[in-house]
């Protein structure tokens, strides 16, 4: 399983971003899916999942209400909208997949992505 984050990038403090990330390799539509993101000098940290099916979705309190996880199986692709970005959101954002797990654990998923940066100024 191979994952490809591509999307983020500098934006100003209010704004949106909508980091992708692509599953290749095996049938993206067995895998949980979920976005992590690690801040310098901060341990990597749950964001939001989406179960296979794109029926269960699970996010962290810090972003409730302000991003959304959602999946295309047809185009094997994970998706992240972030809306009203704040400086504090700056960090690189991971993708990660699993075929039996959809949780807020890192050290649950199985496959992991080489992440993508976003930048927030304020």
């Known amino acids: 399983v191979q994952l490809q984050a591509s999307g983020g990038g500098l934006v100003q403090a209010g704004g949106s971003l909508r980091p992708s990330c692509a599953l290749s390799?095996?049938?993206?539509?067995?895998?949980?899916m979920g976005w992590f993101r690690q801040a310098p000098g901060k341990e990597r940290e749950f964001v939001a999942a989406i179960d296979w099916s794109g029926t269960s979705t699970y996010y962290a309190d810090s972003v409730k209400g302000r991003f959304a996880i959602s999946r295309d199986n047809a185009k094997n692709t994970v998706y992240l909208q972030m809306n009203s970005l704040k400086p504090e959101d700056t960090a690189v954002y991971y993708c990660?997949?699993?075929?039996?797990?959809?949780?807020?654990?890192?050290?649950?998923?199985?496959?992991w992505g080489q992440g993508t940066l976003v930048t927030v100024s304020s």
């Open positions: 390799g095996r049938t993206f539509s067995n895998y949980n």
């Open positions: 990660a997949a699993d075929p039996y797990y959809s949780g807020t654990y890192v050290s649950r998923y199985r496959y």
